[in-house]
DNA sequence: GATGGTGTCTGACAAAAGTCAGTAAAATAA
DNA sequence: TTATTTTACTGACTTTTGTCAGACACCATC
């Protein structure tokens, strides 16, 4: 590693160190001390179980129930018994802690919107953004099952079909594209996947059950800002689980020569290519892999 | 502003605390609460002054004080009374002190290395870390003149013509063109700036006295990191306040039409286009300004 | 229904960080 | 010169955060 590689990934540190100083001395500005806002912001943020909380934000469990009881003194949140195991506890809002809430998220949004606008070229920016933090986290990033109508699942399909639209010389239509059917996706018949780091999508991959005796894999396809970080196999691989789970033992999926290094990758793990098994105007390769 | 893009900011954020954290959790591997070692790496940046530390760390004088008595007794760090204002005092690390500071600095040097080294395409991702940082704190941006020959300078020079090198069809040889001679770009005929943030240079310029009534501006760069921010104009200003203080009326420059942007600026900041003066194999448009 | 383990809470501390009024010494202004 | 301001320091706080040993209720298991 060259010195100044780390004195520019030290400078970076630098930067964003006091900036997020600069965020975390705004959220005091309501007057309540870190702990609390940061609990706070767990619970409205959906972390509503207790030692869910606990881990995610490192807290001690005395501290943890102090928090929670400097909140419920200001009536901002209540805590009730967990039902299926009564040890446990779950915490939730009350309305003035929405409201409370809703304050904070306001604060963030304001920052980060003021660090966007005065920016000449947000666009760039936010790439680059893209690119650090999926750097910085990838260890965290989840493969979680959704159903293919959930909105980030539809994001990451219309970022997918635009990239297509670009890449292939005639363009891209979906509906001129086997398009499945939503419910061929979902259990229990297929699947849909997502790759989810830090609350935002990076990766997708659907799994698409057929009455001919294999399913299809559709839909693969890897944010920017992780491509060459070894997403793809991460997302076949809870692919293959999925179809090992509903019993399926033949996959089959078809690409386009326009893409080299998703067929690249295909030849890399496991799959061998076979002729043409569909009528789809785009595609021209087509693989499959039994599991 | 669009959802999606302050929701990216915010993840962004999101990731870049969590890593901050982690950061500042190692430093408290050397046992040493955070207050103290802020104030310690502080010293060892050079900071050497109490009252530019309080400001920089934002200390209460109070505290401030404490802190330096506690690295006092740990041996690392003495404090003496300024040499012009004996109100003042000055911290500077002991030789242990000193040795403290290297184990710091190693753990930062082993953190940055180990973000850098896990990912796939390392430069990519130091550009973007760029781009983040000076966006964050441009507003920080300070000029500063140096002396051509300080090594921040020098790479500044060097990317500098490598771009040179890169944009021009034939190619760029410093030693083809007129190359000023160091002390032409130094006081009293000269200077050259330097536009630093977070320690690091992002831009640069240069002002070279002649014996012909007019000094030439030169080596104007701004690093890709910070274009479009503005940034050349207050080198320019800073470039042209240097000159007045030198008792220089007119300046000159030349430039490239392969570098349509730089020639747009200075038709854009008060500059008029000029005959050839020079016999620089390089430049093939010619400015002009009266201060 | 006894046993051991888990999750939360409480009390009792301790460390770290932050606050503030007052003091002393030096610099600056009147 | 004297008065005022500036800079750092000290003492006496408070708040915030972190730690730890029980206590208690609950769950799972034999």
Redesign the pocket.
Known sequence: MTIDAIARTRRFHRAVTSEVGALDSSFLGRGR????ARVLHAIGNGVS???EI?AHLK????????L??GLEDEGLVT?TASEN?????SAALTPAGEVEFAEYEALSDQQAGAILSRHPHPEALLQAMDLVATALGFDRTAIQRVPPSDPRAQQCLATYYGELAHRFSGGFDVNLSADPEARDMEPPRGAFLLAVLDGMAIGCAGLKGTDKGYAEVKRVWVAPSARRMGLAGLLMRAIEDEARGLGIGTLRLDTNSALPEAVRFYRKSGWTEIPRFNDDPYPDVFFEKHL
């Open positions: 001390p870190l702990g609390p179980d207790v030692a606990r807290l001690d469990s005395g501290l943890m129930s102090r929670l009881r805590v195991d009564a040890r446990r506890r």
